[in-house]
């Protein structure tokens, strides 16, 4: 798969230089065998005094280095701790995914840098595990939330400095969504089907909370994919299920619940087996008072992908509100098991086992979670407060 930047590195040469390493692909392709077997990173150092239990904390520095193309080994140790102990955000899983995109640029122009050839950069086209891993953390990281900003997310653009595509890819990776929006409308009316440009206007007005505006422009290019071969959507932008997923999104921010609803079955639709839109079903239900009707759609979530510990987590804050306590604990056990770094499943079990009058049960899982929870979350203190209130009733039962 080879990458738009080699167009920039001039004329090819006359011989064909034989294939070249790809020294940081299959270093990070090394951690993901490490982590598929089961077994859990190496913690990378950290500066001194940092949170090692903030996800924000290894994100940071994750962040910093697939900014800078160093060290993206490390990178990647950096942000699959951030996402396990916040497997929730997505921005982490999406910055793994984009992290690989770097470095297979990284080996390519040291290999042009080592040889002088372009063709030698050009052979090292990216291993098909490695496409498949990017379009798996994207995927998931979308399904966590579409709408998710990294700066490192550059949208399409052409032209000299003064195009207006140019200046629409600067401010939107500058946060200037006002700008980014009205730029964006001006490259869409000479390039109307270039759908990419339209999911990205259709972020910046979601950012700037012009909802209605956005879930029109995401059907304009939902519809634009329907009625025209010449779609060039790929494993780094949504599919259509996914921009369905986006309409539902943005139709639940303006409390439109039935047009959300309607939103996510399409996404099913055309994705059977998009586990997160039964999630964003359940959750309009929700929005509707119907807590049976949200229940079973987040057990045909389970039922699709019962390995996903924010699925459990969150199947298990809903049984739990339903009054459903034993059925609440299992899921969140099973989010425990899944992912024993992340904080928050302990502290709702710990609820879970107040409201059903298990004192010493509830005590030691608060104490699990202010083991596991980062400084700054916000459970804290209302953790450290039902323990004060707690342990002298632990201490009388014991």
Not at 23 to 32: C, D, G, H, S, Y
Not at 61 to 90: I, Q
Not at 220 to 236: H, M, Q
């Amino acid at each position: 798969m080879r990458t738009p930047f080699l167009l920039s590195l001039g004329m090819l040469s006359c011989s064909a230089p034989p294939p070249q390493p790809s020294p940081t692909v299959t270093a990070i392709a090394a951690l993901q065998d490490i982590a598929d077997s089961g077994r859990d990173l190496p913690r990378p150092r950290m500066p001194a005094g940092a949170d090692t239990n903030s996800a924000v904390a290894y994100f940071s520095r994750g962040s910093e280095l697939v900014h800078l193309s160093l060290e993206l080994d490390t990178a990647e140790m950096a942000l699959y701790w951030a996402s396990r102990l916040d497997p929730a955000w997505a921005e982490p899983l999406f910055l793994r995914g984009l992290a690989i995109l770097r470095a297979h640029r990284k080996d390519a122009f040291d290999a042009y840098r080592r040889t002088g050839s372009v063709r030698a950069a050009e052979q090292l086209d990216l291993p098909l595990r490695q496409a498949q891993r990017v379009d798996s953390l994207f995927r998931i990281a979308w399904g966590r939330n579409p709408f998710l900003f990294t700066d490192l997310d550059v949208p399409p653009f052409w032209g000299g400095f003064r195009d207006p595509s140019n200046l629409a890819a600067v401010a939107f990776s500058s946060r200037h969504f006002d700008q980014a929006e009205s730029l964006f409308a001006r490259v869409l009316q000479t390039h109307p089907d270039h759908v990419t440009i339209r999911i990205y206007r259709a972020r910046a007005l979601f950012y700037l909370r012009r909802f209605d505006e956005a879930a029109k422009e995401l059907e304009t290019a939902r519809d634009t994919v329907l009625n025209s071969s010449a779609d060039r959507i790929s494993f780094i932008h949504p599919s259509m299920a996914m921009l369905n997923f986006a309409i539902g999104i943005t139709r639940v921010q303006q409390d439109d619940f039935p047009a959300a609803r309607a939103a996510f079955e399409g996404a099913l639709t055309e994705d059977l087996g998009f586990y997160w839109a039964h999630v964003r079903l359940a959750g309009s239900a929700l929005g509707l008072h119907d807590t049976s009707t949200a229940l079973l759609e987040l057990d045909m979530a389970v039922q699709l992908e019962g390995s996903d510990p924010v699925l459990r987590l969150y199947y298990g804050a809903v049984l739990q509100g339903a009054g459903q306590h034993d059925e609440a604990e299992l899921q969140l056990r099973r989010a425990i098991d899944l992912d024993p770094y992340f904080a928050t499943p302990y502290f709702w079990l710990a609820l879970v086992y107040r409201a059903q009058g298990k004192t010493e049960a509830a005590v030691q899982h608060y104490r699990l979670f202010l083991t596991h929870a980062a400084n700054e979350d916000a459970d804290r203190a209302k953790a450290v407060s039902d323990l004060e209130a707690l342990s002298p009733l632990s201490r009388d039962s014991s």
